[in-house]
C-alpha cells in the first residue's frame, strides 16, 4: 500500500509570518491526487487545497500553496500570512486509481499571536 | 452543501459488546471510507467500500467488520469490542476517481 509521511509533528509560527509543513509519499502509479486537510479543535475534516500528479503547477488557494515536485514524490504546504484560525492538526493525504485514500500522522500547527 | 452524517459523537461501551458505528452521506459517491484516528498516528484505513456490498480491507481490518446494504449508509461493526479500540473513528465518502473525500464530524469511541 501507499505510505504518507508527515515529518513534522509539531510546528509553530508567529502570526502573520510564513510557515511551510512537509509531506512526502511512496507510490508506483503516476496519476494520482494528493491533498491537505485541517483539523481545527471541533474535529471536522477540511479540505485545504488539492493537486493532480499530472498538473506541473503547484496549486494555490488564497494564502495557502503547495509544493509539489513529483519526482522527489514530496507535496509540502506553505502558509502565507498565518493567522489564529489556521491552528490545528494538517494532514497530507494521497489517493490512487484503486480509489482509497491514505493519510499521514498529522503536523500540529500552533500560531503565536 | 454536502453532508456525511455520523450516528453518535460519543459513545460508551462495554468490553465484549457489539458495536456498530453507523455512517450516511447524501452525495450519491460510490466510496464509502472509516478510518481510526490516534494521536501520533494519524487517519488509519481500516475498511473501504466502491459499491454496494462491496468491500476492501484497509492496513488495520483486525477486529472489524463494515456493512454495505444502501449505497448511503456504510456500518462499521466491532463484533466484541475491547479497549484497544477505544478510539476516534471517521468515515468519509467520495466520488469515483481521485476527487476529495467528505468527512463525517467524527465519532468518539471509549471501550471501558
Known amino acids: 500500500a501507499q505510505t504518507v509521511t508527515q515529518s513534522q509533528p509539531e510546528m509553530s509560527v508567529q502570526e502573520a509570518e510564513t510557515v511551510t509543513l512537509s509531506c512526502t509519499y511512496d507510490?508506483?502509479?503516476?496519476?494520482?491526487?494528493l491533498f491537505w486537510y485541517k483539523q481545527p479543535p471541533s474535529r471536522q475534516m477540511i479540505l485545504v487545497i488539492r493537486q493532480e500528479a499530472y498538473k506541473q503547477q503547484n496549486a494555490t488557494e488564497n494564502r495557502f500553496s503547495v509544493n509539489f515536485q513529483k519526482a522527489a514524490k514530496s507535496f509540502s504546504l506553505k502558509i502565507s500570512d498565518s493567522q489564529l484560525g489556521d491552528a490545528a492538526m494538517y494532514f497530507c493525504?494521497?489517493?490512487?486509481?484503486?480509489?482509497?485514500?491514505?493519510f499521514g500522522a498529522g503536523t500540529r500547527l500552533t500560531v503565536k499571536p | 452543501d454536502v453532508k456525511v452524517t455520523q450516528s453518535s459523537r460519543y459513545l460508551v461501551k462495554r468490553t465484549g459488546e457489539k458495536v456498530f458505528l453507523e455512517c450516511v452521506q447524501d452525495?450519491?459517491?460510490?466510496?464509502m471510507f472509516w478510518y481510526r484516528q490516534d494521536p501520533g498516528l494519524g487517519l488509519r484505513l481500516i475498511y473501504f467500500s466502491y459499491d454496494v456490498k462491496m468491500k476492501e480491507k484497509g492496513d488495520i481490518p483486525e477486529g472489524y467488520s463494515v456493512s454495505r446494504e444502501k449505497k448511503e449508509r456504510f456500518s462499521l461493526i466491532l463484533e466484541s469490542a475491547s479497549t484497544n479500540q477505544t478510539s476516534m473513528y471517521l468515515c468519509a465518502s467520495a466520488d469515483r476517481g481521485r476527487t476529495e473525500a467528505f468527512f463525517g464530524q467524527g465519532t468518539r469511541l471509549t471501550v471501558v
Open positions: 507510490t508506483s502509479e503516476s496519476d494520482y491526487y
Open positions: 493525504a494521497y489517493r490512487s486509481s484503486v480509489n482509497d485514500m491514505r
Open positions: 452525495m450519491d459517491h460510490e466510496n
